[in-house]
Each structure stands twice: as structure tokens, then as C-alpha cells.
């Protein structure tokens, strides 16, 4: 009877070594695809302020061009230079707001998977915990 205990007991020992084995490699696989995800969001949020960036560029382009085009009209003394002094102004006013907005969220965003990070350091120290109160 005792050889048949010590064999029940290897053989659940090396059970629980291998779901012991096969938990830590599918918790590593679904902390690689966390932080797939997290790079995703955070790569989208660059998309989007380099977009704006962009965005502002072209309008800060089209302020230059519209501001030849005010100097030109009160050179040549146009009736309508007033028109031209107002768009140039709004066209001002967006691009700053999308210049500023660009920034912000290009600034912001952050190239390291930290909440990954986080909870890889926070599911090591459970590990050792737990290995070291049954050790």
C-alpha cells in the first residue's frame, strides 16, 4: 500500500506541477495580449494627435496664403479687405486650437504598456508569495 500512496502522490505532485506550468504559460500569453491592447489604444491616441498636428499645418499654410492675400487686398485697396481679415483670424484661431489639442495628445501619450507592467509585477509577487509560504 505504501508504494501505491508515494505513486498517487507523484502523480498528483507532477499534476499539479504541470497545471501549475500550464496557469503560468497561459496568464504570460494573456499578459503579451494585454499589452498588444494597450500599445494598440495608446498608438491610436499618437494617430489621432498627429492627425490634428496635420490638420493644423494645413491651416497654418493657408493662414500664410490668406495673409498674402490681406496685405495684397489693403495694398491694392479693396473694398472687401475686411472679409479677408476675418477669415485669416478664424483660420488663426482653428489651427492654434488643433495645434494646441495635437500637442497635448501626442505629448500625452505614453509608449510604455504600464498597466502590463503592472500587473506582470503585481502576478510575479503573487507567485513568490505563494511559493514561499508552501516551500
Known sequence: ??????????ENAFTLVKRLVSGG????????????QEMARNLGQLKGGVLQ???????????FIALIGFVMAVLV???????ALILLVLMAAVAGLLAWRGIKKV????????????????????????LLRRG
Open 53 to 63: 498636428l496635420a490638420i493644423a499645418a494645413a491651416l497654418g499654410l493657408l493662414f
Open 107 to 130: 505629448t500625452s501619450t505614453k509608449f510604455t504598456p504600464e498597466e502590463t507592467i503592472a500587473a506582470v509585477k503585481e502576478d510575479v509577487e503573487w507567485a513568490k508569495n505563494r
Open 1 to 10: 500500500m505504501t508504494t501505491g500512496d508515494t505513486s498517487r502522490r507523484r
Open 77 to 83: 485697396v479693396l473694398g472687401l479687405w475686411w472679409v
Open 25 to 36: 504559460v497561459t496568464l504570460a500569453k494573456l499578459e503579451v495580449q494585454r499589452g498588444r
